[in-house]
């Protein structure tokens, strides 16, 4: 049997996310990564049923396979203001509950910026900032997936180090995964 080649792009969700998929076999892709809601917002309105079910009928059809969600760009795990800290938490939740509604397999997000606190205590917050999210998502089969970093400022996440060292933090090991890009890993050396 011959294996499919996964070759993929992030697609535009405008319109619903579920028209990503038409946007994406119109270009040739095999896999592909969208959001799940506005990449620089916090809040969204809840996912409604049809919207879920659009979703399922143009993945069937479709055939992209698997499909990856990336997470709002505001999201800090290590963030330092408690609020930021707070807005961030839940909108991890919420967006690992609507890709577990939409049946997507990973969520990628950026670690965070420690903004001074120090390495080892925001690798210590991501942990935290992710099993508090793993919690309240018991059972979901969605993966949360760290992205590599290009190391700007005091973003973590450019050394497989640290990445490791977070994900050992993580209670749930089973639920975690990352996500390589090769631009961040050249851009941090």
């Not at 961030?88 to 965070?112: M, T, Y």
């Not at 120090?118 to 992710?130: N, V």
């Not at 180090?161 to 994900?167: P, T």
Request: glycine share 8%.
């Amino acid at each position: 049997m011959k294996e499919k080649l996964l070759l993929g792009a992030h697609m535009s969700i405008e319109g619903g996310v579920h028209t990503a998929f038409l946007r994406g076999v119109s270009i040739g892709c095999t896999v592909m990564q969208v959001f799940v809601k506005n990449n620089n917002r916090w809040n969204a309105p809840p996912t409604a049923d049809e919207d879920i079910q659009s979703y399922k009928r143009e993945e069937a059809k479709a055939r992209v396979s698997p499909v990856i969600a990336h997470a709002a760009y505001l999201i800090n795990l290590c963030a330092t203001s408690a609020d930021v800290l707070k807005k961030s938490r839940a909108a991890l939740v919420d967006e690992l509950r609507r890709c577990e509604a939409f049946g997507i397999k990973a969520l990628v997000v950026h670690p965070g910026a420690h903004l001074g606190a120090g390495e080892g205590e925001g690798i210590k917050r991501i942990a935290e900032s992710i099993n508090a999210a793993h919690d309240e998502t018991e059972k979901f089969k969605v993966l949360t997936a760290l992205e590599s970093t290009a190391g700007q400022g005091t973003t973590l996440g450019y050394r497989f180090e640290q990445l490791r060292a977070m994900i050992d933090l993580v209670e749930d090991g089973s639920r975690m995964a990352v996500c390589l890009d090769t631009c961040h890993l050249f851009a941090a050396g």
